[in-house]
T-cell receptor, first 119, second 111 residues
Framework: NAGVMQNPRHLVRRRGQEARLRCSPVKGHSHVYWYRQLPEEGLKFMVYLQKENIIDESGMPKERFSAEFPKEGPSILRIQQVVRGDSAAYFC?????????????????FGNGTRLTVT | EDKVVQSPLSLVVHEGDTVTLNCSYEVTNFRSLLWYKQEKKAPTFLFMLTSSGIEKKSGRLSSILDKKELFSILNITATQTGDSAIYLCAVVGDNNNDMRFGAGTRLTVKP
């Protein structure tokens, strides 16, 4: 019963490089959420995806950031041309249903996060 | 805009003390409030609250929701050093598909 798997655990990138963060949800979960956590701050919502669809990307910067959740394979959060301000812990969470689903409220299952450091 | 405010931001106590963590919220069409504990890694689920006035309990931890006053509290009795963590409160409403988290309360329990 594997939980949410994120890799890499730690990622170091120089300014201007690309960062790719991977997330494999709990088996059977088709809803994936990405959060960013800065020091002394809570988890900030970035994007919510279902298989092959972006449902809500209102928390994700419009430039340089993109996310996908293909039919096969993990969800990917991609940050192009990273800057120092992108340094943070990025958490992925999955759920069998949407967090706001009327019929069932399911707590999210979180991965251990990827700590991105931009030098 | 949906908002979740936790207080205090940090708290230092000694083993055996009782602590109360607060979470107030503003959210459109509230559905549920959740508490998570975050140590070094992933947040782990503690409680989900949907109804006012019904206490949820797990060992030394308990939580209650007040939907009229729009807040929840998380109590920890007889604290232990293993309770040291960030405690996150999150709310789910109708107009978004995710949870909105507060900034968390960093609890440090000293021996």
């Amino acid at each position: 019963n594997a939980g949410v798997m994120q890799n890499p655990r730690h990622l170091v990138r120089r300014r201007g490089q690309e960062a790719r963060l991977r997330c494999s949800p709990v088996k059977g979960h088709s809803h994936v959420y990405w959060y960013r956590q800065l020091p002394e701050e809570g988890l900030k919502f970035m994007v919510y995806l279902q298989k092959e669809n972006i449902i809500d990307e209102s928390g994700m910067p419009k430039e340089r950031f993109s996310a996908e959740f293909p039919k096969e394979g993990p969800s990917i959060l991609r940050i192009q041309q990273v800057v120092r301000g992108d340094s943070a812990a990025y958490f992925c969470a999955s759920s069998p249903l949407a967090a706001g689903a009327s019929s069932y409220n399911s707590p999210l299952h979180f991965g251990n996060g990827t700590r991105l450091t931009v030098t | 805009e949906d908002k979740v405010v936790q207080s205090p931001l940090s708290l230092v106590v000694h083993e055996g003390d009782t602590v109360t963590l607060n979470c107030s919220y503003e959210v459109t069409n509230f559905r549920s409030l959740l508490w998570y504990k975050q140590e070094k890694k992933a947040p782990t689920f503690l409680f989900m609250l949907t109804s006012s006035g019904i206490e949820k309990k797990s060992g030394r931890l308990s939580s209650i929701l007040d939907k009229k006053e729009l807040f929840s509290i998380l109590n920890i009795t007889a604290t232990q050093t293993g309770d040291s963590a960030i405690y996150l409160c999150a709310v789910v409403g109708d107009n978004n598909n995710d949870m909105r988290f507060g900034a968390g309360t960093r609890l440090t329990v000293k021996p």
